[in-house]
């Protein structure tokens, strides 16, 4: 199968700082990429994604990174909120048809 | 609202049971999946259907069964083969299979008596 991590396992920030969790991945065939963040007890939630023709992408509050020489995909969370500590992980897809595969997570703690 | 609706939220299994988490959508979804979550590890995919009476088996399909009656529900059974069956299972849908945003249930804890 794909092979999906990340980084850091665990992360802590203070309130009003900004955050940033990684992931790599495995496949260069991968071209589509989802960020998820999933409170305790709660299924998954989309935060954002990003196709492998863009480099950046930008929400609101949030930025994904995708850097395909690397094989490296981030999310910067600007200002983060004491409503952002969960866990979030990203999956990767590598075409119609093909399934998405999930990263193991990263577990963000906000310090008021 | 629009979305996805598993039930029960916490299930109970005793030896050589089987048993069915329920799994309902109205976002007029084509796609639906089932995830089972263990602490530490990434979702991995039991079963996924593209359209009705269509299913086809995931990474870890042994044990589990599903149907696809209706658009709106697809129904998990765990059954007694399923030897380590205590996990988080979530259901998710799409408009566009395997592509498309996967939107996500807030998931059924399963343990066994």
């Known amino acids: 199968g794909e092979s999906v991590g990340l980084h850091l396992p665990t992360l802590s920030v203070q309130e009003g700082d900004n955050s940033i969790i990684n992931c790599a991945y495995s496949?260069?065939?991968?071209?589509?990429f989802i960020w998820y963040k999933q409170e305790s007890g709660k299924g998954p939630q989309f935060i954002i994604d990003?196709?492998?023709?863009?480099d950046k992408r930008q929400g609101q509050r949030v930025t994904v990174l995708l850097n395909k020489t690397v094989k490296h995909l981030s999310l910067q969370i600007a200002a983060t909120q004491p409503g952002d500590s969960a866990v979030y992980f990203c999956?990767?897809?590598?075409?119609?048809?093909?399934?998405?595969?999930f990263g193991t997570g990263t577990s963000l703690t906000v310090i008021p | 609202d629009g979305g996805i609706t598993q039930s029960p939220k916490y299930l109970f299994r005793k030896e050589g049971q089987n048993v069915t988490l329920s799994c309902e959508q109205n976002l007029n979804h084509d796609a639906m999946y089932w995830y089972r979550q263990d602490p530490g590890q990434g979702l991995r995919l039991i079963y996924y259907s593209q359209i009705v009476n269509d299913f086809q088996k995931g990474d870890i399909a042994e044990g589990y069964s599903v149907s696809r009656e209706k658009k709106e529900s697809f129904p998990l059974t765990v059954t007694s083969a399923q030897k380590n069956p205590t996990a988080f299972y979530l259901c998710?849908?799409?408009?566009?299979?395997?592509?498309?945003?996967?939107?996500f249930g807030d998931g059924t804890r399963l343990s066994i008596l």
């Open positions: 496949n260069s065939a991968s071209d589509y």
């Open positions: 998710a849908s799409s408009i566009v299979a395997s592509r498309g945003v996967q939107h």
């Open positions: 990003i196709r492998s023709n863009m």
């Open positions: 999956a990767e897809n590598t075409g119609p048809g093909n399934q998405f595969y």
